[in-house]
């Protein structure tokens, strides 16, 4: 399975590296195993269920597109994604404009990314 790293640090001897984040404050050591925010890794284990408290760290990567796993997500977990995506979400929505909310947050996100290149 593919994960993205949300938030904080991950290391994880077992993980391979997909796609880095594209933060270049990033010191990297070859050989480290230690994923940082934005790095898409490919691991055996359900990282999911290290997602605890109502706190999205670990978010499952789908081949269909960004977002594609918020619906099965709480109102508090899409929130602290977020929040941890930094992004512009009003308060008080309900589940399915959250969920429109946010995965519109990440395929903008997404698109500015590849523009970037």
Same mark, same amino acid.
Request: charge should be negative.
């Given at each position: 399975?593919? =994960?993205?790293?949300?938030?904080?640090?991950? @290391?994880?001897?077992?993980?391979?590296?997909?796609?880095? @984040? /594209? &933060?270049?404050?990033? *010191?990297?050591?070859?050989?480290?195993? !230690?994923?940082?925010?934005?790095?898409?890794?490919? #691991?055996?284990?359900?990282? $999911?269920?290290?997602?605890?408290?109502? #706190? #999205?760290? =670990?978010?499952?990567?789908?081949? @269909?597109?960004?977002? &594609?796993?918020? /619906?099965?997500? !709480?109102?508090?977990?899409?929130?602290?994604?977020?929040? *941890? /995506?930094? =992004? &512009?979400?009003?308060?008080?929505? $309900?589940? *399915?404009?959250?969920? $429109?909310?946010?995965?519109? @947050?990440?395929?903008?996100?997404?698109? #500015?990314?590849?523009?970037?290149?």
């Amino acid at each position: 399975m593919q =994960f993205e790293l949300i938030h904080g640090l991950h @290391s994880d001897r077992k993980a391979t590296m997909i796609k880095p @984040s /594209e &933060d270049k404050g990033i *010191a990297r050591v070859e050989g480290d195993h !230690t994923f940082y925010k934005g790095d898409v890794f490919e #691991t055996d284990v359900d990282l $999911r269920k290290l997602n605890e408290g109502g #706190t #999205t760290k =670990f978010r499952l990567v789908t081949d @269909s597109g960004p977002g &594609d796993e918020l /619906e099965s997500m !709480t109102v508090a977990a899409l929130y602290d994604l977020a929040e *941890a /995506e930094e =992004f &512009d979400i009003p308060p008080k929505l $309900r589940k *399915a404009q959250l969920v $429109r909310a946010v995965r519109a @947050s990440l395929e903008l996100k997404s698109v #500015t990314a590849e523009a970037t290149l």
